[in-house]
């Protein structure tokens, strides 16, 4: 692996970094695709951010903008129909949105990496792995054929994929589904990138394989010291490895906090609700409570909150007035919720709380 | 893959004579005597026809004419003509015309129709694929003869940049043709091609490719088209043995005395030798075009593997 020198650390695509800033920052984007039929406002507002060595978790249903933020921020939103239309993605200071298509390309799979959540349909499947993972160095760091393969098979070497000298040359589909998206991993690692982000990146496979998958991405996080943005809607995924979560709904953050906070103290309907759908050892119960009701359409989001014709709590001014995230007493735990306060009591009252 | 070549070359033994049989036996039913036929108007001495008769077997039933002549190509003697003239000679001059023909049109299919095809679905809804779009409409739409004649009028009366016909002046007079007889199957081509790409261009490989911080050309060109190509080769292939023999219609508007006119006339005369001869020798085209497409598919995917 060959460690890039720390001064072009400093630089994103030519400019330079600013000192203290957070590794990525995501403010207020808003993403829409302008379909023939309405517009779907898929993200909101959402805001994170991530530092080096942290894992913050993206919690969300589906359709709740949690891979369409993520696409935005690598730059991959098919436009059209798609389109950012507010908002700003930093990294370590550098504003993304607004730089052109060849800049952004430098930062795109070389500094901010992605992986998606079915490795056999995001691999290319009529080339070897081989190439594909060697195609990271001979395009951005112009490689020879064999200085790529050879830095692949140390790459699958890394990944713990088997006797990767042998198997460099084989097809995606030669493998199985575990060892894939350690394919994947390993392709997204090429370049030792400062952020990776990982779209549900165990949801296609077996429980056993899942927590391997895991395992292994918190492992490569420890030694590179990468960020990482885990993207799910698997509560026992978040709790094992996460140091923050933001819960999504609708587009928009619902609630932001500390792992341990967010699970054992939800501060907000929705997270609430997730909880006690969930089957958990921890917590004795007799049956599951699903939340009531589905996803809102995304083409009319109710007015104020928009989880408010599923809120068990609603009020008036829930229909009328969108509740913005409001700090609460705990560090970095912010709610958006008109009654945190009367929500939390009640739940503890009802006692299902641990 | 070895073992699957030799069982598929092999499988042609059986095609061969079946398609020699099942053509012969469709000469055979045509109603008419061929032979009186081709003194005209005039009548024929009954000793001159008898003679001709028995000399072209003619007076023998059906299944002792085709082993007659299957035993024949065996021994590498294709028959002759009414004329006399072996029709292995025939073949050897017409077919070298119409795979000169075949070959022009392919390419431009290949070139142009791949081309447009891509420019069209790339950016899918922009006022380029549109025109690919409607332009392919029109010429799938206009039947060829109307094609045939519309070019021959512009492009070789009109503005005489091409010949009108015929083919003395080499390759230079067969682009015409070749690009009429070419416009159907190129617009076909252009729209399969586009469909493909818009298709694969949706696939998730294609978005991890771009997330690795690939050039759009790149994406396009190295991750999708491959993928593409799949139906666009099927498609070439079984057009390459239409662009053999159907192009009568092509070489009667432009005077080209190649293979599709030599079938037709030797329909009209019921000369079997002649057909039989031509139509197999189409019959291999089509066979050997499938193989090669079949063998193509493993290279353009390696998931489909033959044993």
Known sequence: MTQVPLQTRDLVAGKPAVPGAPLLSVENIHVEFRLDFGTVKAVNGLTYHVNERETVAILGESGSGKSVSAQAVMGIIDSPPGFVTDGSVKFRGVELLTMAEKERRQVRGERIAMIFQDALTALNPVFTV?????????????????????????????????????????????????????????????LDPDVLIADEPTTALDVTVQAQIMQLLSDLQEETGMGLILITHDLGVVAEVADRVVVMYAGDSVEKGEISDVY?????????????????????KDRLNPIKGSPPDLMAIPAGCAFNPRCPYAQDICRVEKPHLHELGEAGRVSACHFVEEVRDARNRSGSRL | MGRYLTRRVLQ????????????????????????????????????????????????????????????????????????????????????????????????????????????????????????????????????????????????GVQFPIFPVAGIREGWFSY?????????????????????????????????????????????????????????????????????????????????????????????????????????????????????????????????????
């Open chain 2, 175 to 307: 682009l015409l043709p070749a690009l009429v007889l070419g416009s159907v199957s190129l617009a076909y081509i252009a729209r399969l091609t586009r469909a493909a790409l818009v298709e694969n261009l949706r696939a998730d490989y294609v978005r991890t490719a771009t997330s690795k911080g690939l050039s759009r050309l790149r994406v396009v060109g190295v991750h999708t088209l491959r993928n593409s190509m799949i139906p666009v080769v099927t498609f070439l292939a079984i057009d390459l043995g239409a662009l053999m023999g159907g192009a009568i219609i092509t070489e009667t508007i432009f005077n080209i005395p190649g293979i599709g006119r030599a079938v037709f006339e030797g329909v009209q005369r019921q000369e079997g030798t002649v057909v039989v001869g031509i139509v197999t020798f189409l019959v291999f085209i089509y066979l050997i075009a499938n193989l090669v497409v079949d063998v193509l598919y493993a290279v353009l995917d390696p998931r489909i593997r033959y044993e």
């Open chain 1, 130 to 190: 081989g190439w594909q993972i060697g195609e990271m160095f001979r395009e951005h760091h112009g490689s020879t054929k064999k200085e790529g393969l050879d830095a692949a098979v140390e790459l699958m070497d890394r990944v713990k994929i088997p006797l990767a000298r042998d198997r460099v040359n084989s097809y995606p589909h030669e493998f199985s589904g575990g060892m894939r998206q350690r394919v994947m991993i390993a392709m997204a690692l090429a």
């Open chain 1, 264 to 284: 054992h103290n939800p501060a907000h309907p929705y997270t609430m609700g997730l909880m006690d759908s969930m089957p958990r050892h921890d917590v004795q």
């Open chain 2, 12 to 155: 042609f033994i059986p095609v061969f004579l079946g398609a020699t049989l099942l053509i012969f036996i469709m000469v055979w039913i045509i109603p008419g005597d061929p032979i009186r036929a081709l003194a005209g108007d005039r009548a024929m001495p009954e000793s001159v026809r008898a003679a001709l008769t028995e000399e072209y077997n003619l007076d023998k039933p059906a299944w002792q004419q085709y082993w007659l002549y299957i035993s024949g190509v065996f021994q590498g003697d294709f028959g002759t003509d009414f004329r006399g003239r072996p029709v292995s000679e025939l073949m050897g001059q017409r077919i070298p015309i119409t795979a000169r023909l075949a070959i022009l049109a392919f390419g431009f299919e290949v070139i142009i129709g791949i081309a447009a095809g891509i420019v069209a679905g790339v950016r899918k809804g922009n006022y380029l694929d549109n025109l690919v779009l409607t332009s392919t409409l029109v010429v799938i739409a206009i039947p060829i003869f109307v094609l045939g004649f519309l070019a021959q009028l512009l492009l």
